[in-house]
């Protein structure tokens, strides 16, 4: 039976949220990627992407080729 979120995991939840990918914010608390996602829904609490998406020319402003 998974253990019930204490004030002190939410805690230290809330500073981490958004600055440190949520594997790294679930192996400091000793839960599961999962349970770590789901409980910050529920406290709507956003953790952010944790995936780095990646820069194309287009994303930096770049004009597409045009034909003439």
């Known amino acids: ?8 995991d939410i805690a ?4 981490l949220a958004g ?4 594997k790294d914010i ?3 608390l ?4 999962g349970a770590t ?7 709507r609490v956003s953790l952010g992407c944790s ?5 194309t020319g287009a994303d930096q ?3 597409a080729p045009t034909n003439p």
């Open 37 to 43: 996602v789901v409980e910050a829904s529920k406290l």
């Open 19 to 22: 600055k440190v990918p949520a």
């Open 26 to 28: 679930a192996a400091e």
């Open 1 to 8: 039976m998974p253990s019930k979120w204490t004030e002190d």
């Open 30 to 33: 000793g839960r599961s990627r």
């Open 61 to 63: 402003g770049a004009s």
């Open 51 to 55: 995936k780095r998406r990646q820069s």
């Open 12 to 15: 230290k939840l809330n500073p």
